[in-house]
């Protein structure tokens, strides 16, 4: 599990809140699809959850979500998380973005925002895009 020692009431706030965070990014062009939601799935079980626990994090990351007045509440816990693990999440926002061939504004706006947020350098940020760009024009 990627939050070491935290008690599992904390992994499980932890998880929802980062869930929340790609569904936000999913749901920003207004189109959450189903390939955005299997992009979500994928990463939050790279990150730790356990299969038989996926639908009851996202109900309840949908509900965070829509309940949330700013991303903020979605990056503290990322910002704890070793950096690998903020890669990952990283790519999975780029895969959520990239998933329909195309970034828009909105998409575009909330990345730059994140990686401040974050604490993710430009060029890593430009990197990681590049790459899931990469994959999804192939």
């Not at 947020?117 to 990469?134: A, H, S, V, W």
Request: aromatic share 6%; charged share 35%.
């Amino acid at each position: 599990m990627f939050f070491g020692k935290n008690k599992i009431k904390d992994e499980n706030k932890n998880l929802n809140n980062i869930t929340a965070l790609l569904i936000h990014a999913a749901k920003i062009d207004e189109n959450f699809s189903e390939t955005e939601e299997k992009i979500i799935e994928e990463t939050i079980l790279q990150l730790g959850a356990k299969k038989e626990n996926i639908k009851n994090i996202l109900i309840d990351a949908k509900k965070i979500e829509s309940d949330a007045n700013q991303i903020l509440e979605f990056t503290r816990e990322v910002k704890t998380l070793k950096n690998e693990d903020k890669i990952k999440i990283i790519e999975a926002l780029w895969k959520i973005i990239y998933s329909n061939n195309e970034a828009d504004i909105y998409e575009t706006s909330l990345m730059r925002r994140l990686a401040g947020l974050l604490y993710i350098d430009n060029k890593t940020m430009g990197d990681i895009k590049e790459k899931i760009k990469n994959q999804f024009s192939k």
